[in-house]
């Protein structure tokens, strides 16, 4: 059985997402886990129990970034679905990398 690409904790009002590719320095790469990572955010902005969301990976990092090639292909469920729907405030946890693309999916975090 393969683990989840993205995990979700809600307690005390926040919603912890957490980006679990650890092998791999947890890339935003791949339709399983973007498909993962929307699923998630629609969970959480559909709870009335949430306030914030943070967003984190799994050690030993926050998040490798993305497949550059893969956000440009016109087929790529980055061109079809945008990470930043997510409409609350948001905290990312970061540790080492995040370089190839992450910065402009969601410009918009909070903290």
């Known amino acids: 059985m393969s683990?989840?690409?993205v995990l979700l904790d809600i307690s005390d009002r926040i919603a912890t997402?957490?980006?679990?590719?650890?092998?791999?320095?947890?890339?935003?790469?791949g339709n399983d886990m973007i498909a993962a990572l929307l699923d998630t955010f629609a969970q959480v902005q559909a709870n009335p129990d949430v306030?914030?969301?943070?967003?984190?990976?799994?050690d030993p990092?926050?998040?490798?970034?993305g497949d550059i090639k893969e956000m440009?292909?016109?087929?790529?469920?980055?061109?079809?679905?945008?990470?930043?729907a997510a409409r609350?405030?948001?905290?990312?946890?970061?540790?080492?990398?995040?370089?190839?693309?992450?910065?402009?999916?969601r410009p918009?975090?909070?903290v």
């Open 3 to 5: 683990k989840p690409p």
């Open 17 to 29: 997402v957490t980006l679990n590719d650890p092998e791999r320095r947890n890339p935003v790469t």
């Open 51 to 58: 306030s914030v969301m943070i967003l984190t990976g799994a």
């Open 61 to 65: 990092a926050f998040c490798s970034g």
């Open 72 to 84: 440009n292909d016109p087929e790529s469920v980055f061109r079809k679905e945008p990470l930043a």
């Open 88 to 105: 609350m405030p948001e905290a990312r946890h970061r540790r080492g990398q995040r370089p190839g693309g992450w910065r402009g999916m």
């Open 108 to 110: 918009d975090h909070d």
